[in-house]
């Protein structure tokens, strides 16, 4: 029997106006349109059509890109690294990834831990569910966490990938900035 889905929290349904689109979509969508067609029509005897087909879509491509990313919400991906010099360096950032190995965390700041990828056990762990599989890539010494919001990744230099999504530029920003936090404060307490 067939069924809807019906999301958890209702106010982040958005209410479609025209050809299934918001409101906010359709303000983008016509302001381009009315930006980039008179550019088109004006520019197109001074380069041809193909050079004014192409001046319309850089003109119109911002207004494009507010439109989406309303709807796919906004990421945003940041390193952080943490250097450290010498043997006792390397020996430091060795036992580091043996502690995250082995003693996994299951939370990252504000950001729950939900799947991990060991590429050097050629694993992937759903914590959920305890299930392994296997990555199917070459191994190295990389460990990767899948996050309820976010993702982090370590590598041997003990760097950091960070990746997160926001519902605006403003709210990635300052979950990128909370996260690269979090994990700095879980490295310091191995240091």
Known sequence: MPYVN?????SKIKTKIAFNLTKRQLICFGGAALVGVPVYLLSRSSIGST?????????????FML??????GYYKDDVTAITLKGIEGLAK???IMNTL?????QEIGAYKVTAIRDY????????ATGKVTPTGLPASNVLYYEMTDGACGTEPKVKFYLGVKGTSLADADQKSADLSKAVHAMIDKML
Do not use: C, H, S, W
């Open 51 to 63: 050079g004014a087909m192409f001046l319309m879509l850089a003109v119109m491509l911002p207004a």
């Open 101 to 105: 190995r082995d003693q996994a965390p």
């Open 6 to 10: 019906v999301p958890n929290d209702l």
């Open 120 to 127: 050097k056990k050629d694993t992937v762990t759903d914590l």
């Open 67 to 72: 439109a989406m990313y309303e709807r796919y």
């Open 93 to 95: 950032i060795q036992e």
